[in-house]
């Protein structure tokens, strides 16, 4: 009775810490659908941040908190987990949150149904030209940003990190 007690007490106490967690990403962070965040800059908490470089980065489990600690507390530049933090700059004020270039998989075949990065699914129903990879936006960045402005869409489809849907068949590259 006292470890039934004791696992009740302690599933009650991660589920406040991850209520906690996600108020303050909804405070601190705007998720894209391309893969990447953007932060407000401001001290947030250290689970936050780390549940937000599992994600981005795709690992498996969360930074060590001694890691993150002091990155959670006075936001600023680096490199962590597979992820890369740097100013958002036409995003707005802020920091970016994208997977970094070297911890990303290299481009695949665009197949229905395919996965790309762990993160990516291309949907089983997807008309794909022959020859297209599904892989990092890299290179391809600025033409896509100047496609996406002229849609409408703004310079944020663009960041790096996002995927991208190509005929080319380039390697990832480095996105800063």
Do not use: C, K, N
């Amino acid at each position: 009775m006292a470890l039934a007690a004791a696992a009740r007490l302690s599933g009650r106490r991660r589920a406040a810490l991850e209520r906690e967690a996600a108020a303050d990403l909804a405070e601190h962070a705007a998720l894209r659908p391309e893969g990447f965040a953007v932060l407000s800059g401001r001290p947030m908490l250290p689970p936050s941040l780390a549940a937000l470089v599992q994600a981005i980065g795709g690992a498996a489990y969360p930074p060590a908190t001694r890691s993150v600690a002091p990155l959670a507390a006075a936001p600023r530049p680096a490199t962590l987990g597979g992820v890369r933090l740097m100013a958002a700059g036409r995003l707005g004020p802020g920091l970016l949150v994208v997977r970094e270039a070297a911890a990303m998989a290299p481009p695949v075949a665009a197949d229905a149904g395919i996965v790309w990065d762990g993160r990516f699914r291309l949907g089983a129903d997807a008309d794909v030209p022959a020859g297209a990879t599904l892989g990092a936006l890299g290179d391809d960045a600025g033409a896509a940003a100047a496609g996406f402005a002229a849609a409408g869409g703004g310079a944020a489809h663009a960041a790096g990190g996002a995927a991208r849907l190509g005929t080319s068949r380039r390697s990832a590259s480095d996105l800063s």
